[in-house]
């Protein structure tokens, strides 16, 4: 029985195209940022701080969160490239493949990884962050990627089991 088609596929998968090139920008600009890094007097500057111990744990900090930044971006690219393949088969209408299944896991794994690094940019961030100069970044415990993180989990085990429910279907007709 043919299936209604459905905008959402072209749209996501355009979305995910558009990503992916704009995930390798972020990391290129990041490459940029950390080897031409500004000068430890600009950053001071730009922080309206003078030199001391605390000045300089700021710099390092703000260098390592780069260097975390520049560790997402593969991490990133795992997951954009997977929905990608998924996408295309279900596209194709055979979306309960082994191979998604092991998509779906890798997405997880990858997620996992992008919640540890999120856990240790909140922990640089407030190890740096000082009353007179507080740091603000969107990064630590969230409880919704972790539900994200276990969902997927969920998700490729139950693209595994329906995976071998249609060759067992295949294998009796």
């Known amino acids: 029985m043919p299936r209604p088609y459905?905008?959402?596929?072209?749209?996501?998968?355009?979305?995910?195209?558009?990503?992916?090139?704009?995930?390798?920008?972020?990391?290129a600009a990041i490459l940029v940022l950390?080897?031409?890094?500004?000068?430890?007097?600009?950053?001071?500057?730009?922080?309206?701080?003078s030199p001391s111990p605390e000045?300089?744990?700021?710099?390092?900090?703000?260098?390592?969160?780069a260097v975390i930044g520049l560790l997402a971006i593969p991490v990133h690219y795992v997951v954009l490239r997977r929905l990608l393949a998924i996408?295309?088969?279900v596209r194709a209408g055979d979306p309960f493949?082994?191979?998604?299944?092991?998509?779906l896991r890798a997405i997880a794994w990858a997620l996992l990884a992008l919640q540890v690094l999120s856990i240790v940019v909140g922990a640089v961030a407030s190890a740096i962050s000082t009353p007179e100069q507080p740091l603000h970044f969107d990064a630590g415990f969230s409880i919704s990627?972790?539900?994200?993180?276990l969902l997927t989990?969920?998700?490729?085990?139950?693209f595994a089991e329906?995976?071998?429910?249609?060759?067992d279907l295949d294998r009796t007709v």
Do not use: Y
């Not at 990627?145 to 993180?149: I, S, T």
């Open 97 to 103: 493949r082994a191979a998604n299944a092991i998509r």
């Open 34 to 49: 950390l080897v031409a890094m500004p000068t430890t007097r600009w950053i001071l500057t730009e922080f309206g701080l």
């Open 87 to 89: 996408i295309e088969t």
């Open 145 to 149: 990627g972790w539900l994200a993180v």
């Open 153 to 158: 989990f969920v998700l490729a085990r139950v």
């Open 162 to 167: 329906g995976s071998l429910m249609r060759e």
């Open 55 to 65: 000045a300089k744990r700021l710099v390092v900090g703000l260098h390592a969160i």
């Open 6 to 27: 459905t905008a959402a596929l072209p749209i996501a998968r355009r979305a995910l195209q558009v990503l992916i090139v704009l995930n390798w920008l972020l990391g």
